[in-house]
């Protein structure tokens, strides 16, 4: 008896809840990687894949790209089988079918996250600016678009001459979240500590369609470091944070909870537009930062 009680017992707990976990359809995403002058794009991506895959909510393929010198024509990914295409990648520009096959996936809906350096590359492709909406170095600047920040409790556009991107030594810094009843940020704190960064400022671009959901005070100046921009029927979520550097004791920007979470809303809400993800306990406030050295949360974060 006692034998068909437990038989009985472990069916519903194996048999009723885990194909119910299982029945939540994950959300299909791929991260091009592959080139980066300055980072570490093969162990940064590998995070982010972590992250994305330990919150049972996604699943992710990474696609390299050729490497510096090699044939562009040959990277060719046929986006459309994906809900979601996070860009890691900071090299030469795609050719010129695959920037049009891209194009085409955002204007008609697909999702796309843009981390840290990949507002860097791709200058030369006008409707790549136009989805990261703000971009530096590579020869940016007042051709290209506006600086882009926040002041007095709004977006300006200041269309002064001069270069874009600037970054100084890494350091901790203070995020303000800018736009609370956007579902990336509903129920997060206002201010928030992030860890240890690479933090870029004085980015500009077109700025067209572009919601700043988050500041921080960089030379003078709060800096947007997380925003969307809408692109045809497509959602870009932005965020600055997420520095790795060149081997795997130097990921601990992308180890930040705050980096993580915002990384993990920021990818629902590109996918499907919402977010269903609730706030977990672990996440940084005021003056406080918290890490997931391990990628994924801790087993209590979301009870
Ligand atoms: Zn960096």
């Not at 980072?39 to 696609?63: C, P, Q, R, Y």
């Not at 940016?140 to 600037?166: H, L």
């Not at 030594?169 to 240890?196: C, D």
Request: hydrophobic share 35%; with cysteine.
């Amino acid at each position: 008896m006692k034998k068909i009680i437990w038989a009985i017992a472990f069916f519903l707990f194996f048999g009723g809840i885990v194909p119910q976990v299982n029945a939540q359809k994950k959300i299909k995403a791929m991260i091009v990687t592959g080139q980066d002058g300055s980072h570490w794009w093969k162990g940064g991506s590998e995070a982010i894949k972590m992250i994305l895959e330990n919150s049972n909510l996604f699943t992710v393929d990474i696609h390299v790209t050729p490497t510096w010198g090699e044939d562009m024509s040959t990277y060719n990914p046929d986006f459309n089988k994906y809900d979601l295409v996070l860009i890691n990648y900071g090299g030469t520009t795609w050719a010129e079918a695959t920037r049009k096959k891209f194009e085409n996936y955002v204007s008609n809906g697909g999702g796309v996250v843009i981390i840290h350096s990949s507002v860097v590359p791709m200058d030369d492709w006008k409707e790549y600016n136009e989805m990261i909406g703000l971009g530096a170095w590579n020869g940016r600047n007042e051709k290209d678009g506006p600086y882009v920040y926040w002041k007095d409790g709004r977006t300006i556009y200041d269309y002064s001459p001069g270069w874009a991107g600037y970054h100084g030594l890494q350091h901790s810094s203070t995020i303000t979240n800018r736009n609370l009843n956007h579902p990336i940020l509903a129920g997060l704190p206002t201010v928030w500590e992030h860890f240890k960064d690479e933090i870029y400022a004085r980015l500009r671009g077109p700025g067209k369609n572009l919601e700043i959901l988050a500041t921080t005070h960089e030379q003078g100046r709060d800096e947007p470091m997380l925003w969307t921009v809408k692109y045809g029927k497509g959602n870009v979520f932005v965020t600055l944070l997420g520095h790795a550097g060149s081997d795997p004791e130097l990921r601990y920007s992308m180890e930040c909870t705050g980096f993580q979470v915002t990384l993990l809303r920021g990818s629902e809400w590109a996918a499907t537009g919402q977010v269903t993800q609730k706030v977990p306990k672990d996440f940084p406030s005021e003056g406080v930062m918290t890490l997931r050295k391990e990628f994924k949360a801790p087993f209590n974060a979301y009870e």
